[in-house]
């Protein structure tokens, strides 16, 4: 507990059960963070590092410092360039066109607005639709949006797993320093 927190306590002029309530919100920003990894229209990183960070200024910094917080901000920036890069290598590697890559990327932006069948089928449609203008070939536009949706997987995949490291990395920080 920081002096300041310490001082209020003693002096009467802070509320004990603050400090329950900043970790209580911590908590559910974490929680809400993870389910919004998979689940559409919420910032997941986002919101787990807003509650590591909370939970981090609870404490007062003593257990997770700056050097913690960084990584943890460099890991939640990383999560949002996963998605592109894994559905783009995905799609150059098995050649589709640029017009496939900009349709997966218009499809992914659109299915957000259907919810998880839409995130599941908004990169694959777009793709497929994408090569189609370049390619009258279905069996092309096909592999295109296999390529896209294999990408939206494997992105999401590593998500989770970069969700979960930043997680691991704050518990290790809070109970091992």
Same mark, same amino acid.
């Given at each position: 507990?920081?002096?300041?927190?310490?001082?209020?306590?003693?002096?009467?002029?802070?509320?004990?059960?603050?400090?329950?309530?900043?970790?209580?919100?911590?908590?559910?920003?974490?929680?809400?963070?993870?389910?919004?990894?998979?689940?559409?229209?919420?910032?997941?990183?986002?919101?787990?590092?807003?509650?590591?960070?909370?939970?981090?200024?609870?404490?007062?910094?003593?257990?997770?410092?700056?050097?913690?917080?960084?990584?943890?901000?460099?890991? !939640?920036?990383?999560?949002?360039?996963?998605?592109?890069?894994?559905?783009?290598?995905?799609?150059?590697?098995?050649?589709?066109?640029?017009?496939?890559?900009?349709?997966?990327?218009?499809?992914?932006?659109?299915?957000?607005?259907?919810?998880?069948?839409?995130?599941?089928?908004?990169?694959?449609?777009?793709?497929?639709?994408?090569?189609? !203008?370049?390619?009258?070939?279905?069996?092309?536009?096909?592999?295109?949006?296999?390529?896209?949706?294999?990408?939206?997987?494997?992105? !999401?995949?590593?998500?989770?797993?970069?969700?979960?490291?930043?997680?691991?990395?704050?518990?290790?920080?809070?109970?091992?320093?």
């Amino acid at each position: 507990m920081s002096r300041s927190r310490k001082r209020a306590l003693a002096t009467g002029t802070a509320n004990p059960h603050d400090g329950l309530v900043i970790w209580a919100l911590a908590v559910v920003l974490v929680v809400v963070g993870l389910a919004g990894i998979v689940l559409p229209a919420l910032p997941g990183t986002v919101l787990i590092f807003a509650g590591l960070l909370l939970a981090a200024w609870a404490d007062g910094f003593v257990r997770v410092g700056a050097g913690t917080i960084v990584l943890l901000g460099i890991l !939640t920036v990383a999560t949002y360039f996963v998605d592109v890069a894994t559905m783009a290598l995905g799609m150059k590697r098995l050649g589709t066109t640029k017009r496939a890559m900009v349709g997966a990327a218009i499809g992914s932006v659109a299915g957000l607005f259907f919810g998880l069948p839409g995130l599941i089928i908004g990169p694959f449609a777009g793709a497929v639709v994408g090569e189609l !203008t370049a390619h009258r070939d279905f069996g092309r536009a096909g592999r295109a949006g296999l390529a896209a949706w294999l990408g939206f997987l494997i992105g !999401t995949i590593v998500k989770v797993g970069l969700a979960f490291a930043m997680v691991g990395i704050f518990l290790t920080a809070w109970f091992v320093a």
